[in-house]
């Protein structure tokens, strides 16, 4: 596992940590797996607030670590590591540090995070596509997608001891139904709500 970080301006300070950390995290959340094939390249940029990740499916050469178009444009601005190997596996990380507060918060279809600091959010996200490499890479965890890739960064992060915390959507809706249905009646009759969308339509705007 070869790791390579960038850093915009004083974007690693914004976030209060430093390369060793980042690499320190990286290594932490992988150990376990079989990295040899993988290169990181994690960018910390002053001009966005945008973060996110990305597993390159197939192998990778030393012409694919910059990308012309779309959301990763900006690899454009920096210079390429010297010395690649002829074939590669990649991951990319970016974080934005625009507006920088903590608790740091994301969601996702299923679950909302929330990051305690940088160090919890990076293990998370570097976790999430680390389970895409294993898939699809390793032949682990078959059949897994995007919401087993979610779960799997979630809990290897907090196996290491990165606070995040995490609501379940799905569950977090079942709550609110139970409490609506706890709360509100029709003079001494329930009102019976077999489902959210039926509740939304039952009281309108008011909640
Ligand atoms: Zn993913």
């Known amino acids: 596992m070869r790791i390579y970080i960038y850093c915009e301006n004083n974007a690693l300070e914004k976030l209060h940590t430093n390369k060793t950390n ?3 995290v990286i290594q932490r959340v992988s150990r ?13 940029l002053t001009s966005t607030n945008n973060w996110r990740g990305e597993y390159c499916r197939n192998w990778c050469n030393s012409k694919d670590v910059i990308k012309e178009k779309g959301v990763w444009k900006f690899t454009n601005n920096f210079k390429p590591p010297d ?21 740091r918060r994301t969601e996702c ?28 890479h390793l032949g682990l965890h078959p059949g897994a997608g995007e919401i087993a890739a979610t779960r799997w960064g979630f809990d290897r992060a907090r196996k290491l001891g990165y606070e995040i915390q995490a609501v379940d959507k799905a ?17 001494s009759e329930h009102i019976i709500i077999k489902a959210f969308d039926q509740y939304q339509d039952l009281l309108g705007k008011k909640l």
């Open 22 to 24: 980042v690499c320190n």
């Open 32 to 44: 376990g797996t079989d990295t040899a094939d993988l290169l990181i390249i994690v960018y910390f």
């Open 83 to 103: 010395k690649l190997p002829e074939q590669f596996k990649l991951i990319r990380l970016v974080f934005g540090t625009r507006y920088v507060r903590w608790p």
């Open 109 to 136: 279809e299923h679950m909302k995070l929330r990051f305690k600091n940088v160090e919890a959010q990076i293990a998370y996200l570097f976790g999430h596509e680390l389970h895409h490499f294993r898939c699809r």
């Open 171 to 187: 569950k977090q809706r079942c709550r609110l139904r139970k409490i609506i249905m706890r709360k509100y009646r029709v003079g």
